[in-house]
């Protein structure tokens, strides 16, 4: 079993609609939780970054964390066709310096 | 740009050939990392270094060298390639007291 699953897509919606995206990991230890975006012949920019359980709310992105059930998701609202890229969640079990294990990506196409 | 700068962006090499990767930041921080990633695949974690000094080596194969003379700079010194080796290579930095990582564009590697 993977330690970080997530399903790679693509996923194609029309620009409006909420997104979203998850990611399930087997490590009850990880307490850091990312979600980082990936355009085309770029590396991923870090987007989100949350602790422990709960959400956190950044603009039309939203993370949730449950660590009960060991899931992650990314929500993003009134999606745009900018918004297409990969998003890769990552996670770890110290902040820091320290080494995120990362999912495999999902590629997300916004539709105009 | 990012703050974490990478040269070159397409490297084409034949398998004998030796090469070096470059990976410069200048935001502070103390950490550097080289990720490979590879289609469908996550990021996977090769080399971590702090203040300079190596503190993970993920079982990478010895035609990977990597090199951190300061805190601004790495690199990853490349011989005796194999095919499977192409993928793109990512340099990342952060802070002991940072959340997350700064990515670089990458470095597009293709072995012949």
């Known amino acids: 079993q993977k330690e970080v699953e997530q399903d790679p897509g693509p996923l194609s919606v029309p620009e409006g609609a909420i997104v979203s995206l998850n990611c399930t990991y087997s490590n009850s230890a990880f307490q850091y939780f990312m979600w980082y975006r990936q355009y085309s012949r770029k590396g991923p920019e870090l987007l989100m970054y949350t602790y422990s359980s709960g959400n956190k709310e950044d603009g039309r992105f939203t993370a949730q964390v449950d660590k009960s059930s060991k899931y992650i998701s990314l929500f993003i609202r009134d999606s745009q066709p900018s918004d297409s890229a990969t998003y890769l969640c990552a996670m770890s079990e110290k902040s820091g310096t320290y080494k995120y294990i990362f999912g495999t990506g999902t590629r997300l196409k916004v539709l105009a | 740009e990012t703050g974490v700068t990478q040269t070159p962006r397409h490297l084409v090499m034949g398998m004998t050939n030796k090469k070096s990767l470059k990976c410069e930041q200048h935001?502070?921080?103390?950490?550097m990392y080289w990720y490979k990633q590879s289609a469908k695949k996550p990021l996977e974690l090769m080399f971590v270094y702090n203040f300079k000094e190596q503190t993970e080596n993920n079982s990478v194969p010895s035609r990977f060298s990597p090199e951190c003379p300061n805190s601004s700079h790495l690199f990853l010194h490349l011989h005796t390639l194999q095919p499977e080796d192409s993928a793109l290579y990512l340099c990342?930095?952060?802070?002991?007291?940072?959340?997350?990582?700064?990515f670089g564009s990458g470095t597009r590697l293709t072995v012949v």
């Open positions: 935001l502070g921080h103390n950490a």
């Open positions: 990342a930095s952060s802070h002991d007291r940072g959340n997350g990582y700064t």
